[in-house]
């Protein structure tokens, strides 16, 4: 079974520019979430969507924004982008969302996009 | 929301030593995953636990839910075992709903 993937690897964009990362997950998988990595603030939660609506988001500003299609994969937008939204973007994927009770939830990551922003 | 704290920060070794890495956590959880991070960023599953013991060659994990931790050993430690371990949990409900939080991860690095 193919893994998670994403989509471009690496990207390098200056300040005020728009991005779209792309994650297709994993074949059944239904679940997708999004988090951002950096050295200070280590990985933070960026949103999760399940069944083409989005259940919970973190504590970003609302120039982050994604969505997820019929077919599960996912996309996430950073407008106006600023020189701290430098970092790995990870996604990752499950049958059902993280952290249900009673129910194999186990989250499976892609290999991240690497985003500067000059 | 759940915290999540992980000890040691860093840890030095000599090939062939073992190790134990500790996951501490704030509150009841359905979900727990030991990951590591390979040097392009990529997190490696190593085990989903949120209750109980597994093992998979020179490692293995425990999960004490009752008393809010867990533990994670290798043994006989080679090079190629360095990088970054993280420990994540998911609970539900609220804030919480969709989402693991991780620890600030420990830095292993093995020595030949």
């Avoid at chain 1, 993280?98 to 186990?106: H, K, R, S």
């Avoid at chain 2, 920060?9 to 996951?23: F, H, K, M, V, Y």
């Avoid at chain 2, 043994?75 to 693991?100: E, R």
């Amino acid at each position: 079974k193919a893994g998670v993937t994403q989509t471009p690897r690496y990207l390098i964009k200056t300040r005020g520019q728009q991005v779209t990362l792309s994650c297709s997950p994993i074949s059944g998988h239904r679940s997708v979430s999004w988090y951002q990595q950096t050295p200070g603030q280590g990985l933070q939660f960026l949103f999760e969507y399940f069944s083409e609506t989005q259940r919970n988001k973190g504590n970003f500003p609302g120039r982050f924004s994604g969505r997820q299609f019929s077919n599960s994969r996912s996309e996430m937008n950073v407008s106006t982008l600023e020189l701290g939204d430098s970092a790995l973007y990870l996604c990752a994927s499950s049958l059902v969302p993280a952290g249900l009770a009673g129910v194999y939830n186990e989250q499976f990551f892609g290999p991240g996009t690497r985003l500067t922003v000059l | 929301g759940i915290q999540v704290e992980q000890s040691p920060p860093d840890l030095i070794l000599q090939e062939g030593a073992n190790s134990t890495l500790r996951c501490n956590f704030s509150d009841s959880v359905n979900n727990l995953q030991w990951f590591h991070q390979n040097p392009w960023g990529q997190l490696i599953n190593l085990f989903y636990i949120p209750s109980g013991t597994k093992q998979n060659g020179r490692l293995s994990a425990t999960t004490v839910a009752t008393e809010r931790y867990s533990l994670l050993y290798i043994s006989s430690s080679q090079t190629t075992d360095s990088g970054v371990y993280f420990c994540a949990v998911g609970t539900a409900g609220g804030t919480s709903y969709g989402k693991l939080t991780f620890g600030q991860g420990t830095i292993l690095t093995v020595h030949p």
